[in-house]
């Protein structure tokens, strides 16, 4: 008996202490307001067709499951006319494409990190947004195709995310070429590895990026925020997808996380928000007060201007995970194009008048 106790309260403290780390709900703040007023007509195209990837993703399983959301998500770009034109690269372990817009500045670069729960997306999934960044900055965008998981461990896609900033210091879309300005983008997962990815830019001592943008930002796969439950019903992307984990006991998800990634939970390559937020350049941090996802992003943020950086938070009501995805359609993704564009150039990052080439 005396064993079986021990046993029980070494398994207690090593999830507690080593799985889910330190307790961070000093920085919660409390919950918004209910939203008043509606969003805009072009909200409810967008539901519907949420609606159509949720019920994918219900009405399959296992591999087929998997590969029917992706192949939903990359078809987001079918049928699409974008103002840039996409160059692929394949340079040895490196992938992706350029996306390039026309009058685009070769020393002006953007890394951007798609979304996808690290298993699904791609550079084609999420043109909508790197077009629009690449219209709006003026800078050759660099849409990163990073490994995934199950293929491939999480460290896989960490890994690529850090050769990609080296490769891209020095090479520009025609070679190597003198960098001016350069910036990190992502959303959702793909936020998470942009802000894991600014820490360890940081730590091995390279050229910073000028500044950085996140989108519904992943940081804490502890998923210990408020939100992750206080959400779910809200949450009309993330909610259909993951809601059963809400009803799956803490515990055996910290284990389960620990055994899917081969990496603690609180561990700040994929949990930035455990990291030390110090010494980071300018970032802003865009999410909905609806989301699953809202305390990740406002946990990082307190975290990090209480260590001194210069990192915002902007918030909109109604809004679904990573809106600004539904871009020209949605007029609140257009408004927070327009907040991006004013941020880039508060951090000194020339952006295009009118945001469009």
Same mark, same amino acid.
């Given at each position: 008996m005396v064993w079986f106790i021990l046993a029980v309260l070494v398994f207690f403290a090593f999830s507690l202490l080593y799985l889910r780390g330190e307790d961070l709900s000093r920085y919660d703040a409390p919950p918004p307001p209910a939203p008043l007023g509606k969003p805009s007509p072009e909200h409810s195209a967008v539901l519907a067709r949420l609606g159509e990837f949720a019920a994918t993703g219900q009405s399959h399983r296992g591999r087929g499951r998997l590969r029917a959301i992706r192949e939903l998500m990359d078809s987001l770009s079918d049928g699409v006319e974008f103002g840039c034109r996409f160059e692929t690269v394949n340079d040895g372990q490196l992938r992706g494409e350029w996306v390039l817009a026309p009058g685009h500045d070769p020393r002006r670069r953007l890394l951007y990190i798609h979304g996808g729960a690290w298993f699904a997306g791609s550079p084609r999934s999420h043109r909508a947004i790197t077009d629009r960044l690449a219209r709006l900055t003026g800078a050759a965008v660099f849409a990163l195709d990073y490994r995934l998981i199950p293929e491939h461990r999480r460290r896989d896609g960490i890994e690529d995310c850090r050769n990609a900033w080296r490769w891209l210091l020095v090479n520009g879309p025609?070679?190597?070429? @003198? =960098? +001016?300005?350069? /910036?990190?983008?992502? +959303?959702?997962?793909?936020?998470?590895?942009?802000?894991?990815?600014?820490?360890? #830019?940081? $730590?091995?001592?390279?050229?910073?990026? $000028?500044?950085? #943008?996140? !989108?519904?930002?992943?940081?804490?796969?502890? /998923?210990s925020g408020p939100s992750m439950r206080s959400n779910l019903a809200t949450d009309h992307m993330l909610g259909p997808l993951f809601g059963k984990l809400a009803r799956v006991p803490t515990i055996l998800? =910290? %284990?389960?996380? %620990? !055994?899917?990634?081969? #990496?603690?939970?609180?561990?700040? +390559?994929?949990?930035?928000?455990?990291? $030390?937020?110090?010494?980071?350049?300018? @970032? =802003? #941090?865009?999410?909905?007060?609806?989301? /699953?996802? =809202?305390? $990740?992003?406002r946990r990082y943020v307190a975290r990090a201007q209480a260590a001194g950086s210069p990192v915002e938070l902007q918030t909109w009501p109604h809004m679904v995970h990573v809106w600004q995805m539904f871009t020209p359609d949605l007029p609140e993704a257009e408004e927070a194009y327009a907040n991006i564009a004013e941020f880039l150039e508060s951090a000194g990052v020339p952006v295009v008048e009118g945001g469009d080439l």
């Open positions: 025609e070679g190597p070429e @003198v =960098l +001016d300005h350069g /910036m990190v983008a992502g +959303d959702s997962a793909g936020g998470s590895l942009t802000l894991g990815l600014l820490a360890w #830019i940081r $730590d091995e001592g390279l050229r910073a990026p $000028d500044a950085a #943008i996140a !989108f519904s930002p992943s940081t804490d796969v502890t /998923m998800l =910290l %284990w389960l996380t %620990w !055994f899917n990634n081969r #990496i603690s939970p609180s561990h700040p +390559d994929v949990s930035p928000l455990r990291g $030390d937020l110090a010494g980071l350049p300018p @970032v =802003l #941090i865009q999410a909905s007060e609806q989301e /699953m996802l =809202l305390d $990740d992003a």
